[in-house]
């Protein structure tokens, strides 16, 4: 195998992919990235088991083959040279790279144990998706999933597809954030999918980094494999697909209101730091909130015995009855940073129901905060 190509196209395309491998795997193998190079292209591919990614790369090739090279090694040299030509050659069991001023060798491993990555040829797609939508709706959802895998349903994001409208959902138990994508065209199948939250991330980074290359993404079923492939651009993610019934969620997203509050999210953030220097040292990083409707305040508190307490003050437009409520600040952080807007809606009817953000320019979201006991 010998080929040339540009550094930055390179550098670029081995670290997406080269971001899931893991840096202790089970087998040896998975250290590593595979190359392959045939008709004029570079083909990398990187998996976990769980996650494989796959991009092809232009390249200017002089030989084809097939090898296996350590990931992050690789990753952080071509990385560390200029914006340069980089000739690629493979000597025997060597990976050999080099640029006008710089070189280095890898030893590599065969391909015959490389696990194999599922791929789309003439497939048609489920669904096409815009990436603004796709991105604004794992940036709202992801970060509301269970983080571990003591219940792996939790650990998932909810994908509901039906007609022209997909459904995102995540929670944690204590918390739940939905966003509606609407598509241009119906889908011919409804399907409700649950993926896990680490893909859906990765599928969000790899958009960040060619969203210019794009402008829709392509979701395909590999129904014999259990698995989901999204396609963005020239790089393809395949996802195992999580087995198991995601809670029953639309019972408990809240009808209407008691109180209910329009506030800058920044307001929102400011008492929220001033608090959680007292809060953090709580358990459960508790505050407490009383709104008055009549003079238009939010007012957050916390207290703690060993420490002492504050609080912080800040205006909105509000209607609806006074409430005293208590909620983690970690949890009320979390969701007004994964917010771009800074007009948002708070809503709550009583201190033991859950606490609801909206956005309110988009009335397509909703995210629900469980109460704590005040």
């Not at 640029?99 to 065969?110: L, M, R």
């Not at 909810?158 to 997909?166: A, H, N, Q, T």
């Not at 409707?293 to 504050?310: F, H, L, P, R």
């Amino acid at each position: 195998m010998k080929f040339s190509c540009n550094q930055d196209t390179f550098a670029k395309y081995l670290n997406i992919v080269s971001r899931i491998v893991s840096s202790k795997p089970g087998l040896p193998i998975l250290n590593n990235v595979k190359f392959e190079a045939s008709k004029g292209k570079i083909l990398i591919t990187a998996t976990d088991l769980e996650i494989g990614i796959s991009t092809w790369i232009g390249a200017d090739i002089q030989s084809e083959g097939k090898i296996t090279v350590p990931a992050k090694q690789l990753a952080e040299f071509i990385n560390s040279i200029p914006n340069e030509k980089v000739d690629v050659e493979l000597d025997k069991q060597t990976f050999k790279v080099s640029s006008p001023n710089n070189n280095a060798e890898f030893n590599t491993i065969g391909t015959e144990d490389y696990p194999e990555i599922p791929t789309i040829d003439k497939e048609k797609p489920l669904l096409k998706i815009s990436q603004e939508d796709l991105i604004k709706a794992v940036n709202r959802v992801a970060f509301a999933a269970a983080t571990d895998n003591i219940k792996p349903v939790l650990a998932g994001m909810l994908m509901e597809i039906d007609g022209s409208k997909v459904n995102f959902v995540g929670t944690d138990g204590l918390r739940l954030s939905r966003q509606i994508i609407e598509l241009e065209s119906d889908t011919q199948e409804s399907k409700s999918l649950l993926i896990p939250v680490k893909a859906m991330q990765e599928l969000a980074y790899i958009m960040s980094e060619i969203s210019d290359e794009a402008s829709a993404v392509e979701l395909y079923l590999i129904k014999d494999r259990n698995q989901i492939l999204f396609r963005v651009g020239d790089v393809d993610l395949t996802s195992r697909l999580i087995d198991g019934e995601f809670p029953e969620y639309r019972p408990i997203i809240p009808t209407g209101f008691n109180t209910k509050c329009e506030i800058k999210r920044s307001d929102f953030l400011d008492s929220l730091k001033v608090t959680n220097i007292i809060a953090r040292s709580v358990l459960g990083n508790k505050i407490i909130i009383q709104i008055d409707s009549k003079e238009g305040t939010i007012t957050m508190s916390a207290s703690q015995s060993d420490v002492g307490s504050n609080q912080s003050t800040f205006s909105g437009e509000m209607e609806g009855e006074n409430i005293e409520i208590a909620f983690s600040s970690r949890l009320l952080t979390d969701v007004l940073n994964h917010l771009q807007s800074e007009e948002i809606l708070f809503e709550c009817s009583e201190a033991i129901k859950p606490g609801v953000f909206k956005v309110k320019d988009d009335e397509n979201f909703i995210h629900l905060v469980m109460p704590m006991m005040i």
